[in-house]
């Protein structure tokens, strides 16, 4: 087991990890695809977000290899260069922004479970009946400030009033409903009580405590998820071609929100600044605009294939238990030890081990353009050299035959 734990690391937080500067991530203020952006953006988050970063989780670092030391395993150096441990990541091409991993780093999702939770009938005959469903939810375990639940509240009453929707499921989870405010009908300033719509007595909003997400995004009349973006219920929305209102909270969803606006599948929502008229007005586009579904579909067609590589995934962690055993030595207390790297050598590139500047060959390209440079610079001096001697010539002779101009006669 203690393979495993130094060998494997699963993740969708791609931020931690050695990667190619074109991509970035919101949560150190980039972006996740840093294309457009200024010299000075590329910069600060190729070198000096990552060094920051780096020394805020110096102490996470440092506790790691203090436990790793512990159990006698080696230290790892950095966050996000390690050479010598095969990443598993959840996500897949389509969704990630397209740039090379290295062979170590496998993309295996996404990882999707075998079987849902089906709905219940009380769901079941909710979502038959309403044709235009909006689905929200924001994961298990975070939640945004009772204020913004209000506005997605009031949201989901508006947008039901105005007939834009006329269904909306409401997944709260962990967040406490009882401490919803008061909602008022901005149609007529009515105060609607919260505790009607908590007991289900409003007929287009269904609000329960847990819910089969997959189930109710798989069914036809969900046009809508309102999610927080988490990485689970992304590759569920693409999944099952559901366009999306992202409102993030965390850690990677506000990577996540960029990269489904980037694949024009969603629009993202700020909780900073939440507002009833931008989600309505968001709501409306992604209902009206054919090319979020069409967006949607097309993801879906890349989720569905990729997820089956899950057991991919499976087995190369296989592939890595096996190996063990001929590439281990006993010990002396006649334990299995294996060196990660002997293990790891079909898939560790030898520019790792070449150190920075011969690994990227920046020795050879650097002394290419510095020969490059002397050529270029000693055709143009002697260009001008010939030049300034033919020019001189020129002008002697011109001198020349102002003073002694020809006999024409001659
Ligand atoms: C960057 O600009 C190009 C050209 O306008 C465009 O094709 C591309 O989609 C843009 N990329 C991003 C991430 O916005
Ligand atoms: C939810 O809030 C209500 C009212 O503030 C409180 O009475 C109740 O104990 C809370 N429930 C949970 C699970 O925290
Ligand atoms: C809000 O007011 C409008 C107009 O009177 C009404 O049609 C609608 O049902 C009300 N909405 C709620 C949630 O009570």
């Not at 560790?348 to 020969?371: E, H, K």
Request: hydrophobic content about 45%; charged content about 20%; proline content about 4%.
């Amino acid at each position: 087991m203690l393979i495993i734990i130094d060998l494997l690391i699963v993740y969708s937080f791609t931020v931690f990890t050695s990667q190619h500067p074109i991509r970035s991530d919101p949560v150190i203020g980039c972006h996740v695809n840093m294309e457009n952006e200024s010299f000075y953006n590329r910069f600060i988050c190729a070198i000096v977000q990552p060094l920051r970063l780096h020394w805020n989780f110096r102490d996470n670092l440092n506790y790691i290899n203090a436990r790793r030391a512990e159990i006698g395993v080696s230290k790892h150096y950095d966050f996000r260069e390690r050479a010598n441990t095969l990443f598993l990541t959840d996500s897949f091409f389509g969704f990630e922004v397209p740039a090379a991993w290295p062979p170590i780093h496998q993309e295996i999702g996404p990882i999707l479970p075998d079987t849902f939770p089906s709905l219940s009938s009380d769901l079941d005959l909710f979502l038959s009946s309403h044709a235009r469903t909006m689905y929200i939810a924001h994961g298990t375990f975070l939640h945004t400030t009772p204020k913004n639940y209000a506005i997605l509240l009031q949201s989901a009453l508006e947008l039901i009033n105005r007939n834009i929707l006329d269904g909306v499921i409401w997944a709260t989870v962990t967040f406490n409903e009882s401490e919803l405010p008061l909602t008022i009908n901005l149609s007529n300033g009515e105060i609607i009580p919260t505790s009607n719509l908590l007991n289900n007595l409003h007929p287009h909003v269904y609000i329960t405590k847990y819910a089969p997400q997959f189930a109710i995004l798989s069914h036809e009349n969900t046009k809508l998820f309102l999610s927080h973006g988490g990485i689970s219920s992304s590759h569920e929305s693409i999944y099952t071609a559901t366009p999306m209102l992202v409102l993030p909270i965390a850690f990677d969803q506000a990577g996540n929100a960029e990269r489904l606006e980037l694949a024009g599948m969603a629009l993202k929502l700020s909780k900073f600044d939440l507002k009833v008229d931008d989600i309505i007005s968001k709501v409306v586009r992604l209902l009206s605009e054919e090319s979020f579904k069409s967006n949607a579909k097309r993801l879906q067609v890349l989720a569905k294939y990729n997820s089956k590589r899950k057991y991919r995934g499976a087995d190369l962690i296989e592939i890595m238990l096996n190996m063990a055993k001929y590439d281990g030595i006993i010990n002396e207390n006649g334990e299995l030890e294996v060196n990660i790297e002997t293990l790891l050598r079909s898939w560790i590139t030898p520019d790792s081990r070449m150190g920075f500047f011969r690994g990227n060959y920046l020795d050879v390209f650097g002394v290419a353009v510095i020969i490059a440079l002397v050529l270029i610079i000693s055709f143009v001096y002697g260009f001008c050299k010939a030049i300034m001697i033919a020019f001189r010539k020129l002008s002697f002779k011109s001198r020349n035959s102002q003073i002694f101009p020809k006999n024409k006669n001659e």
